[in-house]
Nanobody
Framework: QVQLVESGGGLVQTGGSLRLSCASS????????MAWFRQTAGKEREFVAH????????LYRDSVKGRFTISRDKAKNTVYLRMNSLKTEDTAVYYC?????????????????WGQGAKVTVSS
C-alpha cells in the first residue's frame, strides 16, 4: 500500500509561482511512476505531468510545457511540481498519483494510488 500526501497549494496571482509536494509512505516509492493530475469543478480530472521511476523521462500536457516542472527526490520519497508563470486557467485541485509500472501513462485509470488533493487558486 502507498499513501500520498500533497502540500504546497494556495492562492497566487497571475504570473506567480508555487511548488507542490507529494510525500509518499508505505511500499517502496522508488519503483513507481509518479504523476500530477488536476480537476476543476464540473470537469474531468486531467493529466498534467508524469515522471518515471528513475526520473529520466517526463511528460507534460501541452498547456503547461515550459512553465511546470516535475521532479522527484528518492531520498525523501517525494515528488514535486514546480509551477511558474501561473495563469487563471491553472486554477484547480491538483492530485498526486502513483503507478506500479515502468512506463508513464496519461490516463487516470492507469494509476493505483492517489493523494487527497491540493487546491491551487490563481487570481487575476
Amino acid at each position: 500500500q502507498v499513501q500520498l500526501v500533497e502540500s504546497g497549494g494556495g492562492l497566487v496571482q497571475t504570473g506567480g509561482s508555487l511548488r507542490l509536494s507529494c510525500a509518499s509512505s508505505g511500499r517502496t516509492f522508488n519503483t513507481y511512476v509518479m504523476a500530477w493530475f488536476r480537476q476543476t469543478a464540473g470537469k474531468e480530472r486531467e493529466f498534467v505531468a508524469h515522471i518515471t521511476w528513475n526520473g529520466r523521462s517526463t511528460l507534460y500536457r501541452d498547456s503547461v510545457k515550459g512553465r511546470f516542472t516535475i521532479s522527484r527526490d528518492k531520498a525523501k520519497n517525494t515528488v514535486y511540481l514546480r509551477m511558474n508563470s501561473l495563469k487563471t486557467e491553472d486554477t484547480a485541485v491538483y492530485y498526486c498519483a502513483a503507478r506500479d509500472g515502468m512506463d508513464g501513462r496519461i490516463n487516470e485509470r492507469d494509476y493505483d494510488y492517489w493523494g487527497q488533493g491540493a487546491k491551487v487558486t490563481v487570481s487575476s
